[in-house]
């Protein structure tokens, strides 16, 4: 144990100086101040978009992925492109920013700097779009975002069953309709270099030796219907925007990892399944962005139905489960960074307002 945390250590502070050398980051972050009603931007549906609007929303996101990387590809050789870059650094943060106090702004932050440079690297002026995937849990292929065409975000993997995924000693679900290569829509044949990560990594708090290794393997999903009705169907949806205070937030949001209490995050990750499944390596499908924003969303909305409650914070620490243990996140806590594309150090406080710090955006409606 005490060599596997060693060797963890020496990794991080490893990556941790790559980050520092790469070049700097062309976002700049918004002065929140300045966020007044005819500045702030609407994220929406992407399943309400029209054609064109979806196909413009994912012709940026591959204007991204031609993008070169920021990174030092001797260290993170499956840094191929900017796109990537936000998948690798990821990974690298995932032990500090999952199952932990810091996992709902970190995430919010993220978000915003990769909106920000579809915008400024790539050209888009269109909306943010979040996937309502309460509104599409009774069968998520029978929806535009999933459904193949050119303005989707790519269809099913080709079908292939290998039998119940077990994703814990607790939890088995059936097989869901793909299992394959994703072979339809904008993001068809993409490779997904970071090989899976499985989720119990976080319980040792290390990453395997050869986590950013390039590998030559498909973007693959499996959608699942049966996942979708039972765990991120509108009554949870609502029931997390009316969570009575932050840790009862916490909990429907995430469940108790490894157990049949999956909660929405996971739920709605193992109905695409695929890459998705992993916590750590899930940022390579491009659908992850549309399913954090709705994340946020959630969080958005009972940030909305309970003012009194928006700033408070679950009372955990500042690693998954507390691994290796670390003090209890409070505002004034400093974030873990955002790689390359962090400027300064940023507290939590001052990513609590979606109308505050460096944000101005909201929802076009509130969840409850
Ligand atoms: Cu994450």
Known sequence: MLHSLLSFVAITALLSNSFVSAAPARHVARDGSSCTPDKIKTRV???????????????????????????????????????????????????????????LTWHRYFLWIYENDLEQSCGYCGPFPY??????????????????????????????????????????????????????????????????????????????????????????RDLNAYVSQTYTNGTELVAAAHATNASNFEFLLNGVIGSSSLGIHSGAHFSVGGQMDSIHVSAQDPVWYPLHTMIDKVYWSWQQNYPELADQLDGSTGTALNTPPSDVVTLDSTEPDWGYFQLSPIKVRELISTTGGPFCYQYDNVIG
């Open 45 to 103: 549906d992407f399943n309400k978009m029209p054609p064109d609007e979806r196909k413009a929303y994912t012709d940026a996101v591959k204007c991204l992925m031609g993008k070169p990387s920021n990174l030092d590809r001797a260290v993170y050789p499956a840094a191929t492109n900017r796109y990537m870059d936000y998948a690798v650094i990821h990974v690298n943060r995932t032990q500090y920013v999952h199952l932990d106090a810091f996992f």
């Open 131 to 220: 996937w309502d995937f309460a509104s599409t849990a009774s069968d998520p292929r029978a929806f535009p975002i999933f459904d193949g065409s050119e303005y989707s975000m790519s269809g099913d993997g080709i079908f292939n069953d290998t039998g119940p995924i077990t994703l814990g000693a607790e939890l088995t679900i059936p097989h869901g309709t793909g299992g394959g290569c994703v072979t339809t829509g904008p993001f068809a044949n993409q490779v997904a270099p970071l090989k899976f990560i499985d989720p119990s990594q976080l319980i040792q708090g290390t990453l395997p030796a050869d986590a950013f290794a390039y590998n030559d393997i498909c973007l693959m």
